[in-house]
């Protein structure tokens, strides 16, 4: 990838707060219409994938997203796809006719998001790859976090977990169909496999990163190398889940460090309860808040302020692209997601998790 220097999120969310308008009424359902006064004119559209792979998108970018829409004004309708790439592709057909002048989505796999874009393109709307980059695809702009550095900074969160020791690896990566899995595998082999100790003794992706499926290939591995395994590399906290599930089953939960992604709740309480080693936030605040921007900014008729570009080898072009910076969470800075506004503490401080929060100094 090239890039210069990565947003800052609060310029991001300070610009964000300069396009509001007058207030907007919410009209129900996924969408809802802009006031009068210094709105943008035009509608945006934002597809989400799916509520299976990642609890963020509904619980954590839709409502970041509605409340960048509604404070800047303008037009907005954002739905989920349910990963369902024709389900994504009839969305995106109701938009366009609909009348959106900017289109954003998160592909469930590069060449049904291409052709959603180059039919898009073709009815002269703009489109934006959200948080996944569209190879083959025509977006105008791509935001996301660094993606290869969030892999490397699982690969040294994981190194930091298993200390300096002969280990054994299993890697438990993202779909095969999602870009960002590739390069967050990659930017973790490029810290770990630097590291004659540590050895790759299976590894596989997991379709669509469906949870369910994560357990059964797990179990798979973890039976084929006969349990010996003393860190695994799970792509995302959902995956890691899965993971823990089967380490508990042979009581080697807490033993055995596993990484995520996400900061979700359920892997925030893992790392508390020290049967996750790490996971990693990408503030969905942050990243909705660039998107807005960029979305708003196109709806004027302006092109959104690149941070650098992302090479498309598929495309043959490089993209201009936004690029966020992730943040590595363990045990010691887990307040830090709640400090951002990203989760609320009592969310994550329910039941058993109530005393380890206090522990953590979290209230």
Not at 202 to 219: C, G, L, R, S, Y
Not at 255 to 283: F, H, R, W, Y
Request: charged share 20%; proline share 2%.
């Amino acid at each position: 990838m090239k890039r210069t220097r990565n947003l800052v999120l609060v310029t991001l969310m300070g610009a964000s707060l300069a396009l509001s308008a007058c207030g907007s009424s919410d009209s129900g359902g996924s969408g809802g219409s802009g006031g009068s006064g210094g709105a943008a004119k035009g509608k945006i559209g934002v597809i989400l994938p799916d509520t299976k792979s990642s609890v963020r998108w509904e619980s954590a970018d839709k409502p970041a997203l509605e409340a960048a829409f509604k404070k800047a004004g303008v037009e907005y309708s954002v739905q989920n796809a349910e990963g369902d790439a024709d389900k994504m592709a009839t969305i995106a057909d109701g938009m366009i006719t609909d009348g959106v002048t900017v289109l954003a989505i998160v592909n469930l796999d590069s060449d049904s998001g291409a052709a959603i874009e180059a039919k898009a393109k073709k009815q002269g709307v703009k489109t934006i790859d959200y948080d996944r980059l569209t190879l083959g695809g025509s977006a105008d702009v791509y935001i996301s976090y660094d993606n290869s550095k969030v892999g490397a900074l699982q690969g040294e969160g994981l190194a930091k977990c298993l200390g300096k020791k002969p280990s054994n690896i299993i890697y438990l990566n993202g779909s095969p169909t999602d870009n960002n899995a590739t390069l967050f595998s990659q930017g973790a082999h490029s810290v770990l496999d630097k590291d004659t100790e540590y050895k790759n003794v299976a590894e596989q992706a997991v379709p669509d990163w469906d949870n369910d499926k994560a357990v059964t290939i797990f179990e798979q591995l973890y039976t084929k190398v006969n349990g010996k395994v003393d860190g695994v590399y799970a792509a995302n906290d959902g995956l890691a889940g899965g993971v823990i599930s089967i380490l508990k089953k042979n009581g080697q939960a807490g033993k055995v460090p596993v990484t995520g992604q996400d900061a979700s709740v359920e892997g925030l309480q893992n790392i508390l309860s020290g049967t996750q080693c790490m996971t990693i936030q990408k503030s969905a605040t942050g990243q909705a808040g660039a998107l807005a921007e960029a979305a708003i900014a196109m709806v004027k008729g302006n092109k959104p302020a690149a941070t650098g570009t992302v090479k498309d080898d598929t495309g043959k072009r490089d993209v201009p692209a936004i690029l966020l910076d992730p943040v590595a969470i363990d045990k010691s800075n887990v307040k830090a997601v709640i400090d951002a506004g990203d989760m609320k503490a009592s969310d994550l401080c329910t039941g058993q998790f109530a005393k380890q929060c206090a522990d953590a100094g979290i209230s």
